[in-house]
């Protein structure tokens, strides 16, 4: 039995200088004992600390020439022997393999408490199912860095105390972490078990950002088997953190105004330390967003990067092809998630994709409506296996992923790409690992939740990128920052958030009881980072960012960075001031544009709608764009039941019941008095009949059909009324065309939702609305304004008196009738001012962009015209005077 020697480290001096203290001391330790170095172990507390101690302790005179042996306990493991395998079943420390395990027991542990799943919270399974997970896992290691031989009477303490909270007033926590106890308890192993049977001649550790839990339990054993063992801590005392730091010799403090500019001024600070030659650099991931940021601004100036963080594997190119694989397989996903499926499919041709999705979206110009229909067939087989209904082992699930990645090549394809083959390693469907085991035989799923589960297993895996060539920008956190010999460090998120109390994440294992069982607690992870701060003052030069908002929240100093601040202060060193960040500014000249203008005279459409003519008349660039280029917005294809689509059916039900209503009557003609007796059983037939037509859900319509419920008794009232003052309906959507000298060659056309007839052989349109009837009334308020009745009565001639109405279907008290006044004399304006604006195009005048009004508020092509971005009016007004050159 021997005591483990701690030997102190200078805190206030730069790195080399720490590595070369750490080099002579060792040495001399173990010459002092006779210990031959070469026999010793050397442990690291991360792997790239290795390069820079091995140079250093290699050149130190005091081995000569033959220096301990330097690695971290995770290097030297791999060293000894390939980790063992866990027993199925057994807590392994991989999170997807024990998730496997943990949901069969979680389920087991729910049915004993008498909470099945349905008693439980819709989705809070897999958060017990993680929770639980997270627990075993931080109870494993807390028990691996202990010697084996110590750990029997570990659990048994742990199980004790778990127990007995467990045993409170049915708290599921506190049976799923005593479930957790007992679960490890059944066995565990790690490859640094090894570690505890290594025999070096001496033990030597180098203790920077904290003790390791592991490294105290190696030389606790080692010393109680006489192995002499050596701490060389270069952390500060925990109490007195920055009392004795060393000091950079250029420090700035950089203040941004929010993320955005922090994230600049961190690319900035990193581009001038390379400017500076102040090399190898490193960037400090604080804040994960943020440095994202940073990183994609340095690749966009050509910065070689080396990012040892990386990002959530899920977030990669090569994930997302996958999930939109399962999305688009899914019972009913419809066509935007096979577009976005078809968008990665290699089997996909783009032509056939853009067909397929034209014809999808109902547009007029399919190009190759044959390769669409071929495209969507073979589509549909490649998901035909996924898509299959029923629950199946999630290896059955994996096979089947595989097979469909096989057929189409996406598997060598993913294989090629640095983030594809860490996909396929992640799933285990690279053929390398050792599978999922007989768990994942056991657990069985429907495509959604396997869908779920492989979400979850991309989340849990870090994207790692391969290096560029000649990278010096290292991308590193905090606690692997320290200790390098950085010739700069940028740290942005230098904030109370990020370097300082985190808020408090959800645990099984809450800190009182973690600091009990001697499981890392909060306390310690923020000591953690503490003396990594400190650490990182022996650099050479140092930046440190915050910004003063982030979405309306404050950000202040780090307290850590305050308490450094202040020890300055106490030993009457010069301050750090803050300073706003510097960031390159470049004035722009303001580059309005004038409103374009363009013409089109012999492009001008044969046949015109109502609604072109409108779009003429509010704005003829929205006509040109509207009608001469042709362009329209894109239809979802996926939405919710809307307004536009209760209106189509209400149009729908009124065309059936009337149509239905007029081939009764003229079949049985009843008395002109006394309305038919089953008006009200045949409007719902309408209502059932459009229903099917449309191919609408009846779910989805149930709160429009509680409206309908409403409307249809106050329809039939109007009805009777109009009826008994002597209309009765003619026809219903209705194609019409009107060919008039004052326009040829052009013709309008349209579809008139009904007409109706009435005393003297009159006729009255009808145009169904279920907008408000506001604003309808305001369209009829200038009858030479309103374009719509004007145009359908210039499509029915002049010939009979005619009347025109708007007809509100969706207001409280619907049906309300709007009518044009003279609706035959604004058909007659139409047509005379129409044909003018015609010739004066066909004649190559400008379709000028108007932006004015409310129809620009709404307008689709505001984006093209650049209403937004125009000229001020008296710009244009000079421009467009007599003289001005152009
Ligand atoms: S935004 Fe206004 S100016 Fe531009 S096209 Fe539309 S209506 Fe015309």
Known sequence: MSEVEILHLPTDVDVPSLWSTAAARAAAWLRGRALPARDATLLLPFAALVPVARETFAA??????????????????????????????????????????????????????????GAVVPGELPWLTAQFVDAAQRLR???????????????????????????????????????????????VAGATDRLFRHRPAAWIVVEMGGADALVAGLLDAAAAAGVPA??????????????????????????????????????????????????????????????????????????????ETGWQLSTTRAAAELRALLRAARAGSGGDAWLDWLATWPRAEPAARASLEALWRGSRRVRDAAAATRLARAAGAHLAPLAEPGRRSLNAWLQRLAGRLQADGSAERLRSDAAGAQVLAALRLDGAGP???????????????FDAWLAAALEARTFVPPADAGAVVVVTPLARAIGRPFGAVVLPGADHRHLGDAAPAASLVGDALAAELGVPTRGEARLRQRLALAQLMRVPALTLLRRLQDEGEGFDDSPDLQWLLLERARAGLPAWPDEPAPLPRRLMPAAPVAPPRPSASAALPHTLSATQVEALRDCPYRFFA??????????????ALAKRDYGEWLHLVLQHFHAGRAAAEAAAPHEAAAPPPDDAARLQQAAEHATREL??????????????????????????????????????ETEHRFAAAALAPTTLRGRLDRIDQGPGGTRRVIDYKTGSKRALERKVKEPLEDTQLAFY????GDATPLEACYLALDERDAPIEIAHPAVQRSAAALVAGLGDELR???????????????????????????????????????????????
């Open 60 to 117: 130190e005179p005091g081995f000569g020439g033959w220096p301990p042996r330097i690695e971290t306990p995770l290097t030297l493991a791999a060293a000894l022997g390939p980790p063992p395998e866990a027993a199925p079943g057994r807590v392994s420390g991989e999170p997807l393999v024990d998730r496997l395990a943990a949901t069969a027991r979680v389920r087991r542990l729910l049915g004993a408490t008498g909470l099945d799943e």
């Open 141 to 187: 290691a807390a028990a691996l860095a202990l010697a084996p031989a110590r750990r029997a009477g570990w659990w048994a303490a742990a199980a004790a105390r778990t127990a007995a909270a467990a045993a409170g007033p049915a708290q599921l926590e506190a049976r799923l972490l005593s479930e957790a106890v007992n679960w490890c308890a059944e066995g």
């Open 840 to 886: 004066r195009l066909r004649a190559g005048a400008a379709m000028l962009a108007l932006g004015e009004g409310e129809v620009c508020l709404h307008c689709e092509m505001r984006g093209l015209c650049r209403r937004d971005h125009w000229r001020p009016p008296a710009q244009q007004a000079a421009e467009a005077a007599p003289g001005h050159a152009a």
């Open 695 to 732: 191919r609408l859900d009846a779910a989805e319509l149930l709160p429009f059909r509680a409206s309908f419920e409403a409307f249809a008794p106050a329809y039939l009232r109007w009805l009777a009324r109009h009826e008994a003052a002597g209309w009765h309906w003619l026809g219903g």
């Open 626 to 639: 509207r009608a001469v280029l042709r362009l329209e917005e894109p239809a979802e294809l996926e939405q």
């Open 793 to 796: 009565a210039a499509l029915l």
């Open 435 to 449: 599978g999922w085991g007989p768990a994942a035989d056991a657990l069985h799923l429907d495509l959604a939740e």
């Open 230 to 307: 050596l701490r060389l801590v270069a952390d500060p005392p925990s109490a007195a953190p920055f009392a004795a730091t060393a000091c950079p010799a250029r420090v700035r403090r950089w203040i941004a105004e929010d993320a955005e500019d922090e994230a600049r001024a961190a690319a900035a600070a990193v581009v001038d330390a390379l400017a500076a030659e102040r090399t190898p650099v490193a960037l400090v991931a604080l804040d994960r967003a943020l440095v994202r940021r940073t990183r994609a601004l340095l690749e966009r100036a050509g910065v070689p990067l080396h990012d």
